[in-house]
């Protein structure tokens, strides 16, 4: 059994809070649609990063690291919650306020419907979209965040845009097709 | 592509402008403090315990190692032996019991001294299956008294026996009755019970008397 360490100080606890955290939350909240459980992902994510910075390789860098604790606990905390609701024979529970467009800010049109079809994309999809585009990871930190092969790593976000072009093509979003800017 | 990947870029940077966690640092620095004491003291407990299970599986196994080791060094096993004796007008009946195996000899001796130097008579039986054994012996002079020895001696016994005893009886176990003797220069453990064979003098009644490990004052009348 390992022994419990704690290197980090507090001053470097908050630094890296302050710097990662909203990171953190945003993943998390596009990944739940939830305000709550995001909180509660990003206080989880954290604790973890605390508790287990003894474990990070300091020759590598920090942030695939952090993106690799944060989409665990997301994807830990959504089975918690499918469990959960199974027996509360309800759905996965959402946040009302998420999906309104006032509280997400996205205040055009087009990026609105965008938007609409984006979360209507599988968990698989909307993880290696937001890893890529949001947190602007390269595919090879994507496929060791994922612990999936980089090949599989292509093939997912080659999956989720093309699925996104068919949807935005079915809903006539033509301001996400190719030929029109 | 390129343009579709700079809409999604645009579409996250808007929607993120201002999503804002709600929980603050302090309350995840607590939270990380006191999981960190719960593991130290997890930690503690686990350690303790496995100490504790250490001691509790290693040392009932070195007890027993012990008692093996006791029984292997020793392998002391006791040999109880009793009898009894009745005289007749010109035999001498001996009743032995013993938790001798089936097959074990006893070499019962008449001789003139308490000592055993003036043997006069000389007769060996086995142990039957239940431990019992019986001695019928003629006196050799009706009227004399004798000292009686009735003994399991190492060296008289078969092989399967002194496989438990010892060859040289190394294995049983000390008691009143055992004795050590020399023979070829070496050194034998043998149990022996005694008596005294009463010659008929006159009208002297029948002797019904015990055998014993030391031989007792001689009767007066």
Known sequence: MKKVEFQLSKHEAEQLFREYGEYVYRTALFLTRSRTHADDIVQETFVRIYTKFHTYDKAKPIKPWIYKITINVTRNYLKKQKIYNLFKAGKLTNDHSYDSLESVYL????????????????????EILILHYYLELTLPEIAEILDVPLGTCKSRLHTALTQLRKKAKEEHLFYFMEDSV | MKREEEKLRR????????????????????KTKRKQAIQAVSYRIALVTAVLLAILIIQPQQLFMKEQINTATSGQKEIIMKGSVIGLST???????????EGAVIQAVLSEDAEGKIVVLKETVKVDKRGDFTFVLQRPVIERDYVLSVAFLPELQPQSIQQIYGERGEQIEQGDATFTYGKDGMTYRGLKLYDWILGIKGTTAGQDTFLSSQLRDYPKN
């Open chain 2, 11 to 30: 579409l996250f940077k808007e929607w993120g402008k201002n999503q804002q966690p709600s929980i603050s640092f302090e309350s995840i620095w607590q």
């Open chain 1, 107 to 126: 205040h055009k049109a087009e990026l609105n419907e965008l938007w609409e079809l984006v979360n209507k994309l599988s968990q698989k999809s909307r």
């Open chain 2, 91 to 101: 035999k001498i009946v001996i009743r032995g019991q013993s938790n001798l195996p």
